[in-house]
């Protein structure tokens, strides 16, 4: 079954979650994420993604991007075979870039 529609998330479509009820995790590298992040956001690295699970929070949408978009997608098809109430942003960083 794709899914991947159902995974994708727009920066628009972000903004219609109560903030309280979301968790943005930045899963580019460290160096790239003191680069240029997204305000507010928690950075783990996709690399560094299963072994810190314990910081997801299961009661939160999770929501995660990385520069482009397509490790972000592959991290969340993952993530939600696992459980999780998980998200990919369309475009990643980049398209933040352009949304703000």
């Known amino acids: 079954m794709n899914q991947d529609h159902e995974i994708q998330i727009s920066w628009n479509e972000i ?20 680069r240029a992040n997204v305000p507010g956001t928690i950075n783990i690295p996709q690399d560094e993604l ?8 299961k009661d939160k949408k999770i929501i995660l991007f990385c520069r482009r978009g397509l490790q972000s997608l592959e ?13 990919s942003v369309t475009g990643g960083y980049n398209a ?4 703000e």
């Open 50 to 57: 299963e072994d810190r699970l314990e910081e997801l929070d």
């Open 96 to 99: 933040w870039l352009l949304y």
């Open 15 to 34: 903004d219609t979650f109560s903030r309280e009820n979301v968790q943005l995790i930045d899963i580019m590298d460290a160096a790239s994420h003191q």
């Open 75 to 87: 991290a969340a098809k993952e993530l939600s075979e696992q459980g999780y109430d998980v998200y």
